[in-house]
């Protein structure tokens, strides 16, 4: 996929003219994402970066959104993220939940802000830093519940974030409160997403929390059953 997305990337060069900023920045994206998707961060984060200066100059002309950049600003941050730059990772993260909040309320793009916000929790979770971390993904939840009501996210979304909060609550020893948020992590992640795939290592995973809280609560009976 990626050499025929720099055979494209060559043709809109050739061509670009007014508006071909738009195209061009998503070509990069592309590229970027091709990268990406094999482990390539390093080389990922140029044309990441190259589609969010490409798209920001479309956004000048009013024929980009707010949400076009943002998605390429946040596989900025993940990219740090996933080299270990976790101090350059989030302000990308934060800047990304900024211009969601913006396509949000303009575009009720609730899967971009819901992933915007996880992702700053999982920079804070990543640190050790729990209390913060549970104020972003209880923030990226919340979002995601209305998406999912609307059809808009996939239930495999929203269970990512309710097992990631429930970690918070366990790592910070409060086993009980971690509990629900368990449960709803395995009911979500049962659902599967918009095509039914379930993820079957997270829904394992938020399996395997619930017994080990129970497990910690001294209810071993509860936890043999997780």
Same mark, same amino acid.
């Given at each position: 996929?990626?050499?025929?997305?720099?055979?494209?990337?060559?043709?809109?060069?050739?061509?670009?003219?007014?508006?071909?900023?738009?195209?061009?920045?998503?070509?990069?994206?592309?590229?970027?994402?091709?990268?990406?998707?094999?482990?390539?961060?390093?080389?990922?984060?140029?044309?990441?970066?190259?589609?969010?200066?490409?798209?920001?100059?479309?956004?000048?002309?009013?024929?980009?959104?707010?949400?076009?950049?943002?998605?390429?600003?946040?596989?900025?941050?993940?990219?740090?993220?996933?080299?270990?730059?976790?101090?350059?990772?989030?302000?990308?993260?934060?800047?990304?939940?900024?211009?969601?909040?913006?396509?949000?309320?303009?575009?009720?793009?609730?899967?971009?802000?819901?992933? %915007? @916000?996880?992702?700053? /929790?999982?920079? *804070? !979770?990543?640190? +050790?830093? $729990? #209390?913060?971390?549970?104020?972003? =993904?209880? &923030?990226?939840?919340?979002?995601?519940?209305?998406?999912?009501?609307?059809?808009?996210?996939?239930?495999?979304?929203?269970?990512? %974030? @309710?097992?990631?909060? /429930?970690?918070? *609550? !366990?790592?910070? +020893?409060? $086993? #009980?409160?971690?509990?629900?948020? =368990?449960? &709803?992590?395995?009911?979500?992640?049962?659902?599967?997403?918009?095509?039914?795939?379930?993820?079957?290592?997270?829904?394992?995973? %938020? @399996?395997?929390?619930? /017994?080990?809280? *129970?497990?910690?609560?001294?209810? $071993? #009976?509860?936890?043999?059953?997780?």
């Amino acid at each position: 996929a990626m050499s025929w997305f720099k055979h494209t990337l060559d043709l809109q060069e050739t061509k670009h003219g007014q508006g071909g900023d738009i195209s061009l920045g998503t070509t990069c994206h592309k590229i970027g994402y091709c990268h990406s998707a094999v482990g390539q961060f390093q080389q990922a984060l140029p044309w990441y970066k190259r589609a969010t200066s490409l798209k920001e100059r479309g956004s000048a002309l009013g024929l980009v959104t707010s949400a076009d950049i943002g998605i390429s600003i946040l596989q900025i941050g993940n990219c740090y993220k996933s080299l270990g730059k976790l101090d350059e990772a989030l302000p990308q993260f934060k800047r990304a939940v900024a211009l969601a909040k913006e396509a949000n309320s303009n575009d009720s793009n609730d899967e971009f802000l819901g992933a %915007s @916000l996880h992702q700053v /929790g999982g920079y *804070y !979770a990543t640190l +050790g830093r $729990f #209390a913060q971390a549970i104020l972003w =993904f209880t &923030r990226a939840i919340a979002v995601k519940e209305k998406g999912y009501e609307h059809q808009r996210m996939s239930s495999a979304s929203l269970a990512k %974030s @309710l097992s990631y909060l /429930g970690y918070c *609550y !366990a790592k910070l +020893g409060r $086993f #009980a409160k971690a509990i629900p948020w =368990f449960m &709803r992590a395995v009911t979500a992640g049962e659902r599967g997403d918009e095509h039914g795939r379930i993820d079957f290592e997270s829904l394992g995973g %938020s @399996l395997h929390e619930l /017994g080990r809280c *129970y497990g910690m609560l001294d209810q $071993f #009976a509860e936890a043999l059953l997780w």
